[in-house]
């Protein structure tokens, strides 16, 4: 699941830029901020996937340029080296200085055309944040903490009031959570649901059946069960998936 993070002084300027994000990517996680004290909190505690900021987020002050600072700060956080940051701006003159200190990946002035920034915020959030790609999840195993890397897992299933986790070399059981908060906490778009009690990895797909709805799989001899109800949204995410690869 893609964070996005919108710091914008105007409401109706946060409100337009979110339903855009959204356009692109419904399931899209949107902080939109006016200030920038709350946007730093955000960032550090979340992982940020995409920047869209404005350079005046103060107009009352002469001369202000805070968003461009908030830039500057944001690219000294290592996990936001290379996240790609776009600006909105109606200032000419600061964007070659913010090319170079920042490494921006896109400016767009203001008034801004709609479908431009839609297609910016597409290219953008193709992106894959690296520390994304390694991140870790830690599990309750039989009164121990069990951290295990994201990208080990195949696939987790819930049954008997309990969830199972299979990984590439491990099979254990946690206690009992719904799969929509697992998908949270995985925070991870290659896990989506094949049915109502089961998450697969699509990095593990070797093929699918989508006659019989059956899912075969790398690095498990189990096949999993597409929901009839599921099928199209699963086959819709999984050949998006795989173009993104």
């Known amino acids: 699941m893609k964070e996005i993070l919108i710091l914008e002084d105007k409401k109706q300027t946060r409100l337009a830029l979110a339903q855009m994000v959204k356009e692109v990517d419904p399931k899209a996680e949107i902080y939109a901020f006016a200030g920038e004290e709350e946007a730093y909190a955000a960032a550090m505690k979340r992982s940020i996937d995409l920047f869209l900021l404005d350079i005046i987020l103060h107009p009352e002050i002469m001369g202000d340029q805070s968003g461009a600072d908030f830039a500057q700060n944001i690219r000294t956080i290592e996990k936001y080296t290379f996240t790609p ?129 059956y899912i075969y799989l790398r690095e498990s001899k189990d096949v999993l069960d597409i929901g009839a109800i599921l099928i199209k949204s699963f086959m819709n995410r999984f050949l998006k998936n795989d173009e993104c690869k």
Do not use: W
Not at 102 to 120: A, L, M, W
Not at 140 to 162: C, F, N
């Open 85 to 213: 940051i776009v600006i909105l701006t109606s200032l000419y003159d600061p964007k070659m200085f913010m090319y170079d200190s920042v490494h921006c990946y896109r400016f767009i002035e203001k008034p801004f055309d709609r479908e431009k920034v839609i297609e910016t915020i597409r290219e953008a959030m193709k992106y894959q944040t690296p520390g994304k790609r390694d991140q870790s999840i830690i599990f309750h195993v039989d009164g121990l903490l069990q951290m295990v890397p994201v990208r080990e897992i195949i696939y987790i299933e819930s049954k008997e009031h309990k969830l199972y986790v299979t990984t590439i070399d491990d099979y254990f059981s946690i206690p009992y959570k719904s799969c929509n908060a697992m998908l949270k906490e995985l925070d991870c778009e290659d896990f989506v649901k094949c049915n109502r009690s089961t998450i697969v990895n699509m990095s593990y797909i070797k093929k699918i059946d989508t006659v019989n709805r």
